[in-house]
C-alpha cells in the first residue's frame, strides 16, 4: 500500500559525510511522521530521527548535532544529512513512514527495504 525506496548509503571515513534520501509512493492518503532507523549487526533497531507533517524533529542524542532530517510533505520524501560520522555510525539505515492509506484509510508503519552506511578508515 505504500512503498518505501531509499538511497544513498555507502562506505565513508571518519569524519566524512553521507546523505540519504526516500521516497514514499502508493495509497498514500496522508504521512503523519517519517524517520530513519538504524540497526547494527547484534544490536536492536534504534531511533535516529524522526520528523512530523507540521516540522517537529526527534533525534538520537548520538546523532544531535551531527544529523539532520529534513522532510518534503509535497513530495513524501525524507532526507538524513549525516556529518562528522563515526564508525559507530556503521549500521543498516531503514526510513519508516506513519501513513494513512487512501482505501483503508488506516494508520501503519511502513518500513524501507534498508540502506547500508559502513563509516571506516
Known amino acids: 500500500q505504500v512503498q518505501l525506496v531509499e538511497s544513498g548509503g555507502g562506505l565513508v571515513q571518519p569524519g566524512g559525510s553521507l546523505r540519504l534520501s526516500c521516497a514514499a509512493s502508493?495509497?498514500?492518503?496522508?504521512?503523519?511522521?517519517m524517520g530513519w532507523y538504524r540497526q547494527a549487526p547484534g544490536k536492536q533497531r534504534e531511533l535516529v530521527a524522526a520528523?512530523?507533517?507540521?516540522?517537529?524533529?526527534n533525534y538520537a542524542d548520538s546523532v544531535k548535532g551531527r544529523f539532520t532530517i529534513s522532510r518534503d510533505n509535497a513530495k513524501n520524501t525524507v532526507s538524513l544529512q549525516m556529518n562528522s560520522l563515526k564508525p559507530e555510525d556503521t549500521a543498516v539505515y531503514y526510513c519508516?513512514?506513519?501513513?494513512?492509506?487512501?482505501?483503508?484509510?488506516?494508520?501503519?508503519?511502513?518500513w524501507g527495504q534498508g540502506t547500508q552506511v559502513t563509516v571506516s578508515s
Open positions: 519508516n513512514a506513519v501513513a494513512v492509506v487512501t482505501t483503508t484509510r488506516g494508520l501503519n508503519d511502513y
Open positions: 502508493g495509497s498514500i492518503f496522508s504521512i503523519k511522521a
Open positions: 520528523i512530523t507533517s507540521g516540522g517537529s524533529t
